[in-house]
């Protein structure tokens, strides 16, 4: 999971992806989550993500990383939450193979299906950023996450 700062968002999706995949062994899923800038490296989650992710049942422990090239190489799937996220993330990508792991986390919302992230509708496949607005942005957010990652532990499942 990646977004810009990696406290608000990303670690909100990796709580919610590695929640509901802890029990999974086959296909076994690993869950990290980091930040395409450097503002937070080493720090936790934003104080109003982490308590929108436990209200709703989520335990998740984290720490604030930057996202680097050698990523590509540890990871099978890169879900971006935003189209800044994306064009960052895809300049560090030196192969088709390693462009070809990268995805909006919305892609996977079944919902959003139709859309191509490179046609004019790309925005909404964004996760918008909650950062330091209302306890109610947060919500939002995690819902918008929810339903991707539903969208995506059943294509995963049929794997």
């Known amino acids: 999971m990646v977004c810009m700062g990696n406290i608000c968002r990303s670690p909100m999706a990796a709580a919610v992806l590695s929640n509901r995949t802890a029990e999974w062994t086959s296909p076994r899923i690993t869950v990290d989550s980091s930040g395409t800038d450097t503002w937070h490296v080493g720090q936790g989650a934003h104080p109003t993500s982490k308590q929108v992710w436990q209200s709703a049942g989520y335990a998740y422990v984290h720490a604030a990383r930057q996202f680097h090239a050698s990523d590509f190489f540890l990871t099978d799937l890169i879900l971006v939450m935003d189209s800044n996220n994306f064009q960052k993330v895809m300049k560090l990508a ?14 996977f919302d079944k919902s959003l299906k139709s859309i191509d992230p490179d046609s004019a509708d790309f925005s909404k496949l ?22 991707a ?4 532990l059943q294509e995963l499942a049929h794997q």
């Open 94 to 107: 030196d192969s088709e193979e390693s462009r070809s792991k990268v995805f909006y986390l919305r892609n």
């Open 126 to 147: 964004e996760v918008p950023d909650p950062y330091n607005q209302s306890v109610e942005a947060y919500e939002e957010t995690l819902t918008l996450i929810e339903q």
């Open 149 to 152: 990652v539903d969208g995506l």
